[in-house]
Nanobody
């Protein structure tokens, strides 16, 4: 089992920045690909970003490319999502996710989910 706990959400004005954190515990963190998904009110959950266990591979949704950066610290069992130039359409609950298979995670089928953290971007 892998337990994931997100933090860092909040209310921010458009154009501002937030940094989300996800603390992982349980199995060997460095063996897992990590990612972020989000779900806006009334919409389906969507992929945001992912990073491989080695940190050599990252991938982003087109809607956040160039504004968001995913990173991880395997020594601390942490994954981060730096969100810059936020827009009102970034408002959502953000979920941390993990899976031993990078492609499964990117495809939207991670084996482990966090409980989510709210991000609200005001215009």
């Amino acid at each position: 089992q892998v337990q994931l706990v997100e933090s860092g959400g909040g209310l921010v004005q458009a154009g501002g920045s937030l940094r989300l954190s996800c603390a992982a515990s349980g199995r060997t963190f460095s063996n897992y690909a990590m990612g972020w998904f989000r779900q806006a009110p009334g919409k389906e959950r969507e992929f945001v970003a992912a990073i491989s266990w080695s940190r050599f591979s990252t991938i982003y949704a087109d809607s956040v490319k160039g504004r968001f950066t995913i990173s991880r610290d395997n020594a601390k069992n942490m994954v981060y999502l730096q969100m810059n130039r936020l827009k009102p359409e970034d408002t959502a609950v953000y979920y941390c996710a993990a899976d031993s298979n990078y492609n499964w995670l990117v495809g939207g089928y991670p084996g482990y989910w966090g409980q989510g953290t709210d991000v609200t971007v005001s215009s």
